[in-house]
Every structure is written in C-alpha cells, then in structure tokens.
C-alpha cells in the first residue's frame, strides 16, 4: 500500500509500506493492506512505518524520520498531531 506524509512545509515521506501505526487520540492503532476505509484525527507522537524493504529510499531533510536500530525495515515519524485517511490502499496524512 502507498504512505504520504505531507506536512504544511513539505512531503515528508512518501513510499510503499507494509503496516502503519499511528498515535490515534482514543490511543494507537495500525492499518495493513486491505483495511476498510479511515479518517481518524491523531495525537502527538510517532507514525511507525514497517517498509516493504531496508533497501526502500526516504530522504529526511527534517530530522523528523529514524530508523529503527534493531530492525532497519522500520522509521517513525514523530508529529506533534493531524489527520489521516486510508482508501484503496492508498494512506494520507496531513500531519503538524
């Protein structure tokens, strides 16, 4: 499935994903291929990104992105609140 991150500044990641976690208000929830359509408002935190390879490129010119030490198909993505949608195994997120 397709992940944008885009924020009022700029596209701050944009890529084929397996899973994504995101810091929901009423808390954490995670969406994978196949999920029923979503719009949910989040909180501050980190989005955790699973990606399809290690070998995917993403820049981070923010300092915004991190890669997992123990497992380097993973980054999060930390905001501090915003809005996601998923449709068609296609996410958006408007995020601050």
């Known amino acids: 499935m397709k992940l944008e991150v885009i ?8 890529g084929e994903v397996e899973a994504v976690r995101f810091p929901g208000i009423d808390g954490s929830f995670q969406v994978l291929k ?3 359509p979503i719009i949910s408002s ?4 980190k989005i955790k990104v699973d ?5 995917q490129d993403y820049k981070d010119a923010s300092g915004l992105i991190e890669s997992d030490a123990t497992n ?5 993505m930390k905001i501090t609140g915003g809005v996601m949608e998923m449709q068609n195994d ?3 997120v408007l995020a601050d």
Do not use: C, D, W
């Open 7 to 14: 924020t009022p500044e700029k596209k701050m990641f944009e």
């Open 72 to 76: 380097s198909k993973v980054i999060r």
């Open 51 to 55: 990606l399809i390879n290690n070998e």
């Open 34 to 36: 196949g999920h029923a």
């Open 90 to 92: 296609k996410i958006v």
């Open 42 to 45: 989040l909180s501050e935190g």
